[in-house]
């Protein structure tokens, strides 16, 4: 082959052309930028394996990206050498095998580079792909076509140019320079073995990312678990407790590792794949991809298990989608079972999801097996993804995180660490979910709806109109081994029995979790809706003059972008002036035009469902909107005074918006919010006062609509505050307190005309009270009732400043009416 490449160039473009006219090539890094190449210096390419078509589709990637090509010689060395090599080359004649020893030409390079100091090499290791299919274990086919053979590897090769030549990948990876290796003075031998190394090595780790794992068949690998000790103890404990027979428990646990596991198939992905193109690019307005450069680096050694937030059934299938398109391996996803459904649930099973029940506390064979299932996963290097809320959330924000999965990840690492784990927190952005209104009423109190084959048709069909843009951030991955020698330094087991439960995990598991929730947040993707959701929404009509709303836009972008949240935060590019055209378009408000002017509405319908995207990004403006209320009451507050007030409520805040600042540094934070207002002349600084802004002003206006974004939530903490001190210490338990403030806030939503279904969440109330108990702000008696003192009554003061008298009026009102609590 090598004489063929040498011999013509004109036969190599006919051959390029050919092959052209059939494979088709997504590229990756195929630019020097990228490549870090240098100007002057020799660039070497190295393929894994010797194949004309691979060098083929490098050459012609190479001319595509004006980058030196392959087939050129090295003309500046001492000897002429070809600008590429194949690391492994097939030796013998009828057989034909992998000859590993270190290719003629590296060696030269090499000797050549260690003879003359002002000499480097450049080599760009490239990697291709037909078809990215992941072979079986135990698989005939893959038998079948080795490389025993001259004629058989040739046919081999033409028959997944044929079947996969349309689904083809070139990876450039980061040049290595040869200088740098040979400057370390290790001596011919042993740099020439390093060098080899170290693309062997990158090789193996770039196929596993890209293609994943080889694949166990489903029967084999349920086998598998049967035959592993903890789930052969769970049998035995099974036979021994229900008094069956061996057989019975054992065709028991195979039973259960048939629901659970998933069936991979790259068919299924390809079909997907076809799929979802046409349902991004037409239903929705395509995808968006932030941040995924750290995630592409540590999938190649690292066991990689994505945690998205949860806003919608199609978050299974963008993600995988994302990934795929993105060149890494679609991840095995933790499926609740009752998405196990006829039609849905088998392709959903091929396309990497496996199931999991809602509850198995109690049936410990069940645990046995899915435990190790779940280990298995691990250990074998197989990308994962599960959602540590649990359930999709039904009011835009994330929910409280359910740990169990996460204690199961812990717990696996605990007994085979030697493939670290990395979570990837990622942050979903939709301009539209398909399921808003069904969450809406279920918010409302009507019963969720057991999920059918049919729901899914039926909202397609019903869709009349295209659901704007979905945008998918990568947050700040988080490495297991660091986060427990961060939270637990000892945490190393020294295991003479791997089943053990650590003392410290559910504290390791519970702040593991609020940490992977917070990153999430903190990857936040700001979008034309959101944006005018927050500025309508505070406003008492739900409408806005056109200008003003173009002044609420560009100050919360500006707010934005000169009090970055994170840096991960993403934010909208467009115009204030399209934002608006755009989500018009949208059918999400109205504009109305009369003698002064067009005014921007939102009709009571779309009040209620634009709740949900603000809430998407709420915890964005949390710090100065908390400052901003402030100033509802008074003209002006004393700067101590603020951060000290503002200090004591952070922490209800943090808790319910999963904020990133912990308590003890948020004075800093606080500051500087202040200063940011100040900057945007909300409010000015008088000596030790802060003023507001003058209330004939568009700076008053919008402080007051940035106040309104957190009083519903302060309203309920007042509430809750209000409640308690009504009825006095000793009073309540927890449920009954969580049931009358429920009560109360959904009468206070009439009277005020809320329109938000969260604002009586019960969740919402569940969480101020731990908060409150996690505090000691309020502790529980033996009798169960929730006991309290001082504090929480300067902590009412402190609540007290910050609402309208109108509002502390009415939950007063009801306070005193309705305390009694009423089953």
């Known amino acids: 082959m090598e004489k063929l490449i040498r011999s013509s160039q004109f036969l190599l473009a006919v051959l390029r052309k050919l092959i052209s ?54 003309t500046n060395l001492t000897i002429e050498q070809p600008a590429h090599f194949f690391l492994t080359q097939l030796k013998g004649f009828l057989f034909k095998r992998e000859d590993a020893s270190l290719p003629e030409q590296l060696k030269l390079l090499i000797n050549q580079v260690e003879n003359n100091a002002a000499l480097d090499v450049l080599l ?24 025993n053979f001259q004629v058989a590897s040739r046919f081999k090769k033409l028959l997944t140019i044929l079947i996969h030549g349309r689904q083809t990948m070139v990876h450039f990876n980061q040049a290595m320079s040869l200088r740098d290796i040979v400057n370390k003075e290790l001596g011919e031998s042993r740099t020439q073995r390093k060098v080899a190394r170290i693309l062997r090595v990158h090789f193996r780790q770039l196929r596993t990312s890209v293609v994943g794992p080889d694949l166990s068949h489903r029967h084999s690998l349920v086998s598998s678990l049967l035959h592993a000790p903890l789930v052969k103890e769970a049998i035995e404990k099974e036979v021994a407790e229900k008094e069956i027979d061996y057989q019975q428990a054992k065709a028991k646990a195979q039973h259960y590792g048939k629901e659970i596991a998933s069936d991979f198939s790259y068919q299924a992905i390809r079909l997907l794949d076809i799929v979802l193109s046409w349902f991004w690019n037409k239903v929705y307005h395509g995808i968006e991809v932030n941040h995924l450069e750290s995630v592409k680096a540590l999938a190649k050694d690292h066991e990689i298990i994505y945690v998205p937030c949860h806003r919608s059934h199609i978050d299974y299938l963008l993600l995988s989608y994302v990934l795929f398109k993105q060149g890494l391996t679609p991840p095995h996803i933790a499926a609740g079972i009752n998405l196990n459904m006829p039609v849905i649930g ?3 099973r091929r396309s990497g999801a496996f199931f999991i029940r809602r509850q198995f506390k109690g049936n410990q064979l069940y645990t046995a097996v899915f435990n190790e299932y779940l280990h298995t996963l691990f250990i074998k290097g197989f990308p994962t993804e599960y959602f540590i809320e649990g359930g999709r959330s039904r009011t835009g924000r994330c929910l409280l995180p359910k740990t169990g999965m996460l204690a199961l990840t812990i717990r696996s690492y605990l007994r085979d660490n030697r493939k670290p784990i990395a979570f990837i927190p990622v942050y979903i952005g939709y301009e539209n979910v398909l399921e808003v209104k069904t969450y809406l009423g279920e918010l409302r109190g009507k019963s969720k709806k057991k999920e059918s084959p049919l729901d899914i048709f039926r909202t397609l069909s019903s869709l009349k109109k295209t659901l704007g843009k979905v945008t998918v951030n990568f947050a700040e991955p988080l490495k297991l081994g660091d986060y427990l020698t961060e939270q637990q330094p000892n945490w190393h087991p020294d295991y ?4 053990a439960k650590p003392p410290w995990l559910n504290a390791v598991t519970n702040s593991l979790a609020t940490q992977i929730i917070q990153r999430i947040n903190s990857a936040a993707a700001v979008n034309a809706v959101n944006l005018i959701a927050m500025s309508l929404l505070s406003t008492p009509r739900q409408a806005m003059d056109k200008n003003t709303l173009y002044f609420s836009l560009n100050f919360y972008l500006n707010l934005l972008t000169q009090l970055p949240y994170s840096q991960k935060v993403t934010l909208p590019t467009e115009t204030s002036e399209t934002m608006t055209h755009y989500v018009e378009t949208m059918k999400l408000i109205h504009i109305q035009t009369d003698a002064l002017g067009d005014v921007v509405t939102l009709s009571e319908k779309n009040a209620v469902v634009m709740t949900y995207y603000r809430n998407n990004i709420l915890h964005l403006f949390a710090l100065p909107s908390l400052i901003s209320c402030f100033f509802i009451n008074s003209p002006y507050q004393i700067h101590d ?25 948020i004075k800093p934070e606080i500051e500087n919010s202040i200063n940011c207002l100040a900057q945007l002349k909300l409010i000015s600084q008088e000596n030790d006062k802060l003023v507001r802004a003058a209330p004939n002003t568009t700076e008053y206006i919008q402080l007051s609509l940035l106040a309104k974004a957190i009083s519903q939530m302060l309203e309920r903490f007042y509430l809750v505050i209000s409640v308690l001190l009504k009825a006095g210490s000793d009073k309540f338990n927890a449920q ?12 206070l939503s009439l009277v005020q005309g809320i329109n938000a279904p969260e604002f009586f969440d019960k969740t919402l109330f569940r969480t101020l009270v731990a908060t409150l108990k996690n505090k000691q702000v309020i502790t529980i008696n033996n009798q169960g009732s929730l006991s309290f003192g001082k504090e929480l009554y300067d902590i009412g003061q402190a609540a007290k400043r910050i609402l309208p008298p109108d509002i502390r009026y009415n939950i007063l009102h009801l306070t005193e009416s309705g305390y009694t609590f009423r089953e």
Not at 139 to 146: C, E, G, V
Not at 496 to 499: C, G, N, W
Not at 656 to 662: G, K, V
């Open 21 to 74: 006219l059939w494979v088709k090539v997504q590229v990756y890094n195929a630019s020097a930028e990228q490549l870090k190449l240098t100007p002057n210096t020799p660039v070497c390419y190295v393929l894994h394996n010797s194949s004309l078509s691979d060098f083929l589709l490098v050459e012609q990637e190479c001319i595509n990206a004006k980058l030196p090509r392959p087939s050129e010689l090295l």
């Open 124 to 147: 760009v290791p490239v990697s291709v792909f037909w078809g990215r299919s992941p072979d079986k274990e135990q698989s005939a086919f893959k038998l079948l076509f080795t490389y």
């Open 346 to 348: 088998g392709l959903l």
């Open 496 to 499: 003479s029995a791997k089943t």
């Open 641 to 665: 005074d603020l951060i000290e007030a503002c200090t004591t409520l952070y922490p209800y805040l943090k808790t319910e918006l999963f904020l990133i600042w912990p308590e003890q540094q």
């Open 736 to 747: 009954m307190l969580e049931t009358q403030c429920h009560n109360i806030a959904q009468r």
